[in-house]
Nanobody, 117 residues
Framework: QVQLVESGGGLVRSGGSLKLTCTMS?????????MGWYRQAPGKQRELVAA???????HFGAAVKGRASISRDSSGNTPVLQMTGLKPEDTAVYFC??????????WGQGTQVTVSS
Protein backbone atom coordinates (compact mmCIF):
# COMPACT_ATOMS: atom_id res chain seq x y z
CA GLN A 1 0.00 0.00 0.00
CA VAL A 2 1.38 3.37 -1.02
CA GLN A 3 1.70 6.07 1.62
CA LEU A 4 2.89 9.63 1.15
CA VAL A 5 4.41 11.77 3.88
CA GLU A 6 5.02 15.47 3.37
CA SER A 7 7.84 17.42 5.01
CA GLY A 8 9.22 20.94 4.98
CA GLY A 9 6.27 22.84 6.38
CA GLY A 10 6.39 25.20 9.31
CA LEU A 11 6.37 28.87 10.17
CA VAL A 12 7.81 31.21 7.56
CA ARG A 13 8.04 34.99 7.51
CA SER A 14 6.28 36.96 4.82
CA GLY A 15 8.58 37.26 1.84
CA GLY A 16 10.39 34.08 2.73
CA SER A 17 10.64 30.81 0.86
CA LEU A 18 9.90 27.15 1.40
CA LYS A 19 10.69 23.77 -0.02
CA LEU A 20 8.27 20.91 0.44
CA THR A 21 9.14 17.31 -0.24
CA CYS A 22 7.15 14.13 -0.23
CA THR A 23 8.31 10.64 0.68
CA MET A 24 6.62 7.56 -0.76
CA SER A 25 6.56 4.22 1.02
CA UNK A 26 5.30 1.11 -0.70
CA UNK A 27 5.38 0.52 -4.42
CA UNK A 28 3.09 1.99 -7.05
CA UNK A 29 3.16 -0.48 -9.93
CA UNK A 30 1.17 1.63 -12.34
CA UNK A 31 2.99 4.34 -14.31
CA UNK A 32 2.50 7.83 -12.91
CA UNK A 33 0.23 10.17 -14.84
CA UNK A 34 0.85 13.28 -12.80
CA MET A 35 2.03 14.47 -9.42
CA GLY A 36 1.66 17.70 -7.59
CA TRP A 37 0.91 19.83 -4.59
CA TYR A 38 -2.44 21.12 -3.41
CA ARG A 39 -3.37 23.25 -0.44
CA GLN A 40 -6.39 23.91 1.71
CA ALA A 41 -6.86 26.93 3.92
CA PRO A 42 -9.45 26.97 6.72
CA GLY A 43 -12.94 27.37 5.34
CA LYS A 44 -11.78 27.05 1.74
CA GLN A 45 -11.73 24.30 -0.87
CA ARG A 46 -8.60 22.41 -1.70
CA GLU A 47 -6.83 24.07 -4.61
CA LEU A 48 -4.00 23.31 -6.99
CA VAL A 49 -0.63 24.80 -6.15
CA ALA A 50 1.50 23.09 -8.79
CA ALA A 51 1.58 19.87 -10.76
CA UNK A 52 3.80 18.15 -13.27
CA UNK A 53 2.56 15.53 -15.70
CA UNK A 54 4.13 12.63 -17.55
CA UNK A 55 5.03 14.91 -20.47
CA UNK A 56 6.91 17.19 -18.06
CA UNK A 57 4.35 19.91 -18.50
CA UNK A 58 3.85 22.01 -15.40
CA HIS A 59 0.66 23.60 -14.18
CA PHE A 60 0.31 26.25 -11.50
CA GLY A 61 -2.54 27.72 -9.55
CA ALA A 62 -3.25 31.34 -10.36
CA ALA A 63 -2.45 32.42 -6.82
CA VAL A 64 1.13 31.14 -6.95
CA LYS A 65 2.05 31.61 -10.60
CA GLY A 66 5.48 33.17 -10.85
CA ARG A 67 6.34 32.28 -7.25
CA ALA A 68 6.30 28.48 -7.37
CA SER A 69 8.31 25.80 -9.11
CA ILE A 70 7.79 22.07 -9.17
CA SER A 71 10.13 19.21 -9.97
CA ARG A 72 10.47 15.51 -9.31
CA ASP A 73 12.67 14.12 -6.58
CA SER A 74 15.70 11.99 -7.45
CA SER A 75 13.60 8.84 -7.60
CA GLY A 76 11.18 10.49 -10.00
CA ASN A 77 8.27 9.25 -7.92
CA THR A 78 7.28 12.29 -5.86
CA PRO A 79 7.04 16.05 -6.40
CA VAL A 80 9.16 18.77 -4.86
CA LEU A 81 7.64 22.21 -4.41
CA GLN A 82 9.60 25.40 -4.01
CA MET A 83 7.98 28.75 -3.39
CA THR A 84 9.33 32.24 -2.92
CA GLY A 85 7.79 35.54 -1.97
CA LEU A 86 5.48 33.89 0.53
CA LYS A 87 2.43 35.84 1.67
CA PRO A 88 0.14 35.37 4.66
CA GLU A 89 -2.55 34.15 2.24
CA ASP A 90 -0.29 31.20 1.40
CA THR A 91 -1.03 29.87 4.88
CA ALA A 92 -2.66 26.46 4.46
CA VAL A 93 -2.20 22.74 4.81
CA TYR A 94 -0.22 21.53 1.81
CA PHE A 95 -0.89 18.07 0.40
CA CYS A 96 1.23 15.91 -1.85
CA UNK A 97 -0.55 13.95 -4.58
CA UNK A 98 0.71 11.22 -6.88
CA UNK A 99 -1.76 10.05 -9.52
CA UNK A 100 -1.09 6.85 -11.42
CA UNK A 101 -2.88 5.94 -14.63
CA UNK A 102 -6.12 4.06 -14.15
CA UNK A 103 -6.76 4.61 -10.48
CA UNK A 104 -7.38 7.26 -7.90
CA UNK A 105 -4.44 9.34 -6.80
CA UNK A 106 -2.58 8.90 -3.53
CA TRP A 107 -2.66 11.70 -0.97
CA GLY A 108 -0.47 12.52 1.97
CA GLN A 109 -1.81 13.69 5.31
CA GLY A 110 -0.63 17.23 4.70
CA THR A 111 1.89 19.60 6.22
CA GLN A 112 1.00 22.95 7.76
CA VAL A 113 2.58 26.07 6.29
CA THR A 114 2.01 29.28 8.22
CA VAL A 115 3.23 32.59 6.84
CA SER A 116 3.51 35.38 9.39
CA SER A 117 2.95 38.97 8.37
Amino acid sequence: QVQLVESGGGLVRSGGSLKLTCTMSGTERRPINAMGWYRQAPGKQRELVAAIDSADETHFGAAVKGRASISRDSSGNTPVLQMTGLKPEDTAVYFCNVSPYGRAGHWGQGTQVTVSS
